[in-house]
């Protein structure tokens, strides 16, 4: 199948990336007076316009999202038990009580338990770190953590990125006369640990202005609290920023408000890092000579550092942050690179057994995907579940066979909130938790079909539910586009979750000319002419066999022999792209980077 037009606008669509659904294109329709902004802020109307796409209203918000830095952060010091535990933790660090830090196994648990324990280094605490295995010990906080640090003779327990469910584990470790202090920034339930200091800005009591902090980041409020507290120096605790805001894009937070500052202030600081595992990640990844992005921590850095949690242990990736020496580093970086390659492996194969079973089954009509991979790693249930979700989008839990039982991961879309629908299923789980985008649960292999069944029977989802909406953020001529408007929509990075990439378009493109290049034909470059009569380059990053296939359909075969030979023809595309300046041999020009097409 192709992009066929259906009636009321939608398409289905088989593009480079592999997408078999219902789309429907559709332009923002918020309204503001953008001359004004723009003259009042010096920025170009389109600019001003994106900016309104992203909610972001009145002239202080405007300041901030343009110009935010660290002194648009809020003060630590109105977090719920921010100063209480920074004053526990200076008198554990004064009688030199042993604290033990328990974070998690990805990324956020990481970087906030790196976080903490070079702070408490720099303030002469006797400290070290635990961190839980994903198979052996599961999330968070446990008992036989618990146990250990009670053997070992720790005095002073300290979460980080969890413990805000630990009611009973937190109240089994002080019952063992151990202190205990959580920091997390997951939604809190009813009941919450009786910790000796719990700082997380979701307690409903906590004053905090900004909820939506990842783990990391409570750790860093904490961490400056303690400084000043001890009498460390502002630049010193500055420096666990770019942490921070690495771990902000890793979980994917929304960038937004505080989390945008956190990461554009960490971005700067680790493109100059001088963390020799930072360091050392980034030369393995080839990026030594490139601006790091928040891209690069989402799709680059950031997954060589979950690796570890989800295929070997997570104190493979602290132990690179915490790194001391580059030869230490570069070991455990490539090591970390060899292990995400082999994910990347294990996650492609999983993902194509889980096509081949909905494509040629059962469950191609099905509207919410269960699909059972009992060989898959369970760590890696998540990602296929998510690449499901995108190719089909349609709601998608992927199970796998666990030691005792069957665990599965699922993602979904947004008119289907997953947790609610798995609670009207309790009866099959062992059990389950989540939010409406994302879930996970435990269940017997016997009860893997009927989960399916049901899902499927008491689903409301409709065909517009089903039809993914891809929002036009400004349809922009060609002709309109310019080096310092591309220059200027720098301004509006980072880019991520809560703060998309813009999305340009334009309609009814005369294709000139197209040719497959790089390795395996993964990129077509074109030259396109809108009706105004601008003419400018164009590059697809897709599969070239499948665009040529694509316009092969829609205009026959002698067109698109015309069109790859550079000759007159007839072919015509709408393009959703952003412009970029591309340079070869010393040249700028600009181009469009085509991201989908019909």
Known sequence: ???????GGRF??????GEIHMQKWVVAAKRADFGAIAEKFGIDQVTARLIRNRDVVGDAAIEEYLNGSLLNLHSAHQMKDCDKAAALLADKIDAQKKIRIIGDYDIDGVCATC???RALQLCGANVDYDLPDRILDGYGLNRNLIDLAGDEGVDTILTCDNGIAAVEEVAYARSLGMTVIVTDHHEPGEVLPEADALVNPHQKSCPYPYKNLCGAAVAYK?????????????????????????ATVGDVMDLTGENRILVKEGLLQLNHTENPGLQALIRVNNLQ??????????????PCLNAGGRLDTAKKSLELLLAQSEAEATLLAEELLELNERRKAMTLEGYEQAVELIENGPMRDDKVLVVYLPDCHESLAGIIAGRLRERYYRPAIVLTQGESAVKGSGRSIESYSMF???QKCADLFLKFGGHPMAAGCSLEKENVGELRRRLNAQTTLTQEDLTEKIVIDVPMPL???TERLIEELSCLEPFGKGNSKPVFAEKNLDILSARAVGQSGRVVRLRVANAAGTVMDAVYFGDATLFREYVEEKYGRTETEKLFQGRRNAVQLSVIYYPSIHEYNGLRSIQIVVQKYQ
Do not use: R, W
């Open 1 to 7: 199948m192709y992009t066929t037009k259906t009636s």
């Open 12 to 17: 289905l669509v088989l593009e480079g990336s």
């Open 115 to 117: 976080i903490l324990y």
């Open 222 to 246: 904490l961490v400056t609290v303690l400084c000043e507290a001890m009498g460390i120096p502002q630049d010193e605790s500055e420096k666990l920023i770019e942490l921070a805001g690495f």
């Open 289 to 302: 000579d490139k601006e790091i992005t928040s891209y690069h921590i989402g799709f680059v850095l950031g």
């Open 420 to 422: 609610q629908e798995l």
């Open 479 to 481: 002709g309109y586009i």
